[in-house]
């Protein structure tokens, strides 16, 4: 049973440009979740989706920031026009149903140029 | 509002115990995660306490009480590879967000 699977895990963009991060939940899992990790800091959460819908997005900047999670394929987290302070790790984590253990991706470590 | 409470950095000979003290102020808190983070790498879990008391799992094990809003991690027999940071994570009973603290950095000397 393979892991959280997040794409890519490295990603350089230039001010301005747009980044889209990639993750696949565990097979059966259909709660995602998005948090991002700036360098020396801890994990902040960003976002909460199941198959079409977003849950809460509390903790996703208003402007510039999207995510979805379709009904097929993995879920995306759009960030447009990007700026130096984007550049962060950005960890996919998923759990079969809501209050259980959340598991981990690997990230997307964002580098803005 | 949610406050997290951890030390930031803890030093410990291999072989030996250490603790990690996680306080928490979370309204509406339905329990506590213990997460294990090497540098460069993504969280890995360690254990989920929603009820008072301890629970092991082999060299690790986890302390939770609701009433003083308090938990630790203990690590036993320190191993070099135990050189991580230990993220303490609390959850609402409404809402799925863990709300981590700031990360404890352990570092094991030989």
């Known amino acids: 049973n393979a892991g959280v699977m997040q794409n890519p895990r490295h990603l350089v963009r230039r001010r301005g440009q747009e980044a889209r991060l990639r993750c696949s939940p565990m097979?059966?899992?259909?709660?995602v979740y998005w948090y991002r990790q700036l360098p020396e800091e801890g994990l902040k959460f960003m976002v909460y989706?199941?198959?079409?819908?977003?849950?809460?997005e509390s903790g996703m900047p208003k402007e510039r920031f999207s995510a979805e999670f379709p009904k097929e394929g993995p879920s995306i987290l759009r960030i447009q026009q990007v700026v130096r302070g984007d550049s962060a790790a950005y960890f996919c984590?998923?759990?079969?149903?809501?209050?259980?253990?959340?598991?981990f991706g690997p990230g997307t470590r964002l580098l803005v140029l | 509002g949610q406050n997290i409470d951890q030390p930031t950095e803890m030093t410990a000979t291999e072989g030996a115990i250490v603790q990690i003290n996680c306080t928490y102020q979370?309204?509406?808190?339905?329990?506590l995660f213990w997460y294990q983070q090497h540098a460069g790498e993504a969280p890995t879990f360690l254990s989920y306490?929603?009820?008072?008391g301890l629970e092991e799992k082999g060299r690790f094990s986890s302390f939770l009480s609701r009433s003083k809003g308090y938990s630790y991690l203990l690590l036993k027999e320190l191993q070099m590879k135990d050189s991580a940071s230990y993220l303490c994570?609390?959850?609402?009973?409404?809402?799925?967000?863990?709300?981590f603290g700031g990360g404890t950095r352990v570092l094991v000397k030989p």
């Open positions: 097979k059966g899992h259909s709660h």
């Open positions: 984590a998923s759990s079969p149903q809501s209050q259980e253990t959340q598991y």
């Open positions: 994570a609390t959850i609402k009973a409404a809402g799925n967000k863990l709300t």
């Open positions: 306490n929603v009820l008072d």
């Open positions: 989706l199941q198959k079409e819908n977003i849950i809460d």
């Open positions: 979370t309204s509406g808190f339905n329990g």
